[in-house]
């Protein structure tokens, strides 16, 4: 059975009656076969399961959408029950921001103002404030995150190590359409052209991917990438298409690395990327 809270209060209540290893899950709603999967990775791995529903307003900047952001609940509570979820904290604002926006916020450092963090000013601060104050109220041990959102991931595991937070981070491989296309809660603002147009992103890591397999250089990996984006289709508006190592350095070795990409698809802001592996360059032909 998934029970259901709106405050503190209960929140605290019902989490002392989990014994055992518990694992939470971080959501903004509008859940998808992606949280899904989340959530029987967490139910593998803990006794118990808490799922945190929170449109957070910190983390959307003036522009953006957080008034039109898909507030589903009870479509989301379905989901919870059906993954086995023993727990959900379903805050209001003023639940979690009772003294209105708060003076003291977490700074993300230098990467936070990258990637995402140079498109999305403030971003970071947000997302990771509003993080910290979850695994305070919650206290699990464990925390699964989804790889889509790979620079939150990596921001969230710096977080817990640079403040020693007592919590393990895991994150969890993105889960895809068929057609490639990475599962996203904005996905449902996309008109089919667009949805289409999307497949851009997708198409040129998937690209990257295949230089890299074929022991292409990092120059040769992120043009093969850019060349398929600009030519898949309707072109997408590009943010950022770019080649790191799995702790988004620039540059990387050779060996594991990441493939970012974002690009606005009419009036939506998409995020994907994918794990590559990047050979060692050839030494010189014997003669």
């Known amino acids: 059975m998934t029970r259901t809270v709106h405050t503190r209060a209960d929140l605290a209540a019902a989490r002392a009656e989990l014994p055992g290893r518990v694992a939470v899950v971080m959501t ?36 953006e959408d957080f008034d039109r952001y898909p507030r589903t609940l009870e479509a989301d509570l379905e989901v919870c029950r059906r993954a086995g979820a023993d727990l959900v904290f379903a805050p209001s604002v003023a639940e979690m921001y009772p003294g209105g926006q708060p003076a003291v916020r977490v700074n993300p450092g230098l990467l936070g103002e990258e990637l995402e963090g140079s498109t999305r000013p403030g971003f970071f601060h947000g997302v990771l404030t ?41 994150g969890v491989p993105t889960v895809r359409e068929p057609d490639g296309l990475a599962l996203s809660s904005r996905n449902r603002y996309l008109s089919p052209a667009e949805r289409k147009t999307a497949l851009a992103l997708s198409a040129a890591l998937h690209a990257g991917a295949e230089a890299a397999a074929r022991g292409l250089d990092n120059e040769a990996v992120l043009g093969t990438a850019h060349r398929v984006f600009a030519e898949t289709g309707p072109v997408a508006r590009l943010d950022y298409l770019v080649l790191t190592d799995p702790d988004l350095e620039p540059g990387p070795p050779p060996g594991p690395a990441r493939l970012l990409v974002a690009a606005w698809v009419g009036r939506t802001r998409l995020i994907d990327n994918l794990p590559i592996h990047l050979a060692a360059p050839s030494g010189p032909a014997n003669p």
């Open 130 to 170: 509003v993080v910290l104050k979850l695994l305070n109220l919650v206290r699990p041990q464990l925390a699964f995150f989804g790889e889509k959102d790979y620079q939150q991931l990596t921001m969230v595991r710096r977080m817990v190590r640079d403040l020693d937070v007592p919590v393990e981070i895991v």
């Open 28 to 63: 903004m709603g509008a859940l998808h076969a992606g949280h899904e999967e989340l959530l029987r990775t967490a139910r593998s791995a803990a006794e118990h399961v808490v799922v945190t529903v929170f449109v957070n307003p910190l983390q959307f900047g003036p522009n």
